[in-house]
């Protein structure tokens, strides 16, 4: 059974620019989650997806981000415009019903 | 809002030795205790987890132990092998709501 992939693994993008970021969760998993690492803190929670829809977004940190997950398989995470506060590590994890979470091995963003 | 400390950011401990990492969490409502161990470029994997209503779960050499009075839950590592050296994450979650909330992580090294 294939992880939870993500793609790109690293992407270096100027300030002002737009970056997409892909997660495809592991088959069969309704429950799609984002979290990412800042600077080396702890990992901190975006939103979370049911199917297609989004159950909880309280942790996206303004409207610079968009996450879709249309048709409820994968999901993409859009920052526009990208700040330099946005550099870290983006991760996607999925999971079936209340089950654990799997992680994917993330995407590495700087912003220059 | 929730919070959990974990302690100590840094532990280097000889082979063979046990590795002990502690999580202090602040939401009474926390029923759910995962830990993460994260490898260098990849994403957190899941090594145990536990329920609030069990005290203790073993796999193998770990361990995860839980006080909800005190609010707190431990890793043990016995035995411990080279190829344990990572940084290991703790995180809860409550009743209803699915968002994992980190600790800080610890960066376990063993030395040969």
């Known amino acids: 059974e294939a992880g939870v992939t993500q793609f790109p693994s690293h992407s270096v993008i100027e300030k002002g620019q737009t970056v997409t970021l892909r997660c495809d969760p592991i088959s069969g998993h309704d429950n799609l989650y984002w979290y990412r690492r800042v600077m080396g803190k702890e990992i901190k929670f975006l939103l979370h997806f049911v199917k297609e829809s989004k159950q909880d977004e309280s942790g996206m940190p303004n409207n610079r981000f968009l996450a879709e997950r249309t048709g409820g398989t994968y999901s993409t995470l859009k920052v526009q415009p990208a700040e330099l506060e946005d550099s870290g590590v983006y991760f996607c994890?999925?999971?079936?019903?209340?089950?654990?979470?799997?992680f994917g091995d993330g995407t590495r963003l700087s912003i220059l | 809002g929730e919070n959990v400390e974990q302690h100590p950011s840094t532990l280097s401990v000889q082979e063979g030795d046990s590795a002990v990492i502690k999580c202090t969490y602040s939401d009474s409502a926390s029923n759910y205790f995962p830990w993460y161990k994260q490898e260098l470029g990849k994403g957190p994997q899941l090594i145990i987890d536990?329920?609030?209503?069990?005290g203790e779960k073993k796999d193998q050499r770990i361990a995860v132990t839980l006080n909800k009075t005190a609010k707190h839950f431990s890793l043990h590592i016995t035995e411990t092998q080279p190829e344990d050296s990572a940084v290991y994450f703790c995180?809860?979650?409550?009743?209803?709501?699915?968002?994992?909330?980190f600790g800080q992580g610890t960066r376990l090294t063993i030395n040969p």
């Open positions: 994890a999925s999971s079936q019903d209340v089950g654990p979470q799997h």
């Open positions: 536990i329920r609030s209503n069990v």
């Open positions: 995180a809860t979650n409550r009743w209803g709501a699915q968002k994992l909330v």
